[in-house]
């Protein structure tokens, strides 16, 4: 494949980090903030990352094992979060070829509409299961994972911009 110009090759991402950033991704969402609808699913934007950029090691069955601990720690239907999560490794995993071509704010517009897609799955699935419906107001959270997705991008990428072998002409 033929990098872009100007495109810096990569590092390979460390499992440790992956881990980490999950698991601290999974723990913010855990925090008891009253549960406001237009508060943006980190995990979310987490997992869609980890699986258009490593979907070697985010899979399906990482989305499906994070949205039965999100489904419990909700106390809602169990397998909402689990099947929006799978779904949504699987299309950002199935776009990742396509889409690591563009520049985070591009990529940020294409993936607007599924977070879109997973948060109206999870209030479809709530809807039929209780009747309940939380208004208008949850769809200012695909919006806010959508303006948070280049910021995530940078900060993730750039443990795997260091050179391998860094000196004095190297610094970087």
């Given at each position: 494949m033929i990098m872009p110009r100007g495109q810096q090759l990569l590092l390979p991402a460390n499992p440790l980090f992956i881990a980490a950033s999950l698991f601290l991704a999974l723990v913010v969402d855990m925090l008891p903030l009253g549960r406001i609808a237009w508060l943006p699913d980190l995990l979310v934007v987490l997992l869609a990352f980890w699986a258009m950029h490593q979907?070697?090691?985010?899979?399906?069955?990482?989305?499906?094992?994070?949205?039965?601990?999100?489904?419990?720690?909700?106390?809602?239907?169990?397998?909402q979060h689990a099947?929006?999560?799978?779904?949504?490794?699987?299309?950002?995993?199935?776009?990742?070829?396509?889409?690591?071509?563009?520049?985070?704010?591009?990529?940020?517009?294409?993936?607007?509409?599924?977070?879109?897609?997973?948060?109206?799955?999870?209030?479809?699935?709530?809807?039929?299961?209780?009747?309940?419906?939380?208004?208008?107001?949850?769809?200012?959270?695909?919006?806010?994972?959508?303006?948070?997705w280049p910021l995530v991008t940078r900060i993730l990428l750039a443990p795997q911009r260091r050179a391998p072998d860094s000196d004095e002409n190297r610094p970087l």
């Open positions: 979907p070697q090691r985010v899979g399906m069955g990482v989305g499906f094992v994070l949205g039965l601990l999100m489904d419990v720690d909700r106390s809602s239907l169990l397998g099947l929006a999560y799978t779904l949504l490794v699987f299309v950002a995993g199935a776009a990742a070829r396509r889409l690591t071509w563009f520049s985070s704010p591009v990529q940020a517009l294409h993936m607007l509409p599924l977070f879109a897609a997973v948060h109206a799955v999870q209030v479809l699935l709530r809807m039929a299961a209780n009747g309940s419906a939380p208004g208008w107001i949850f769809l200012v959270a695909p919006l806010v994972e959508a303006l948070l």
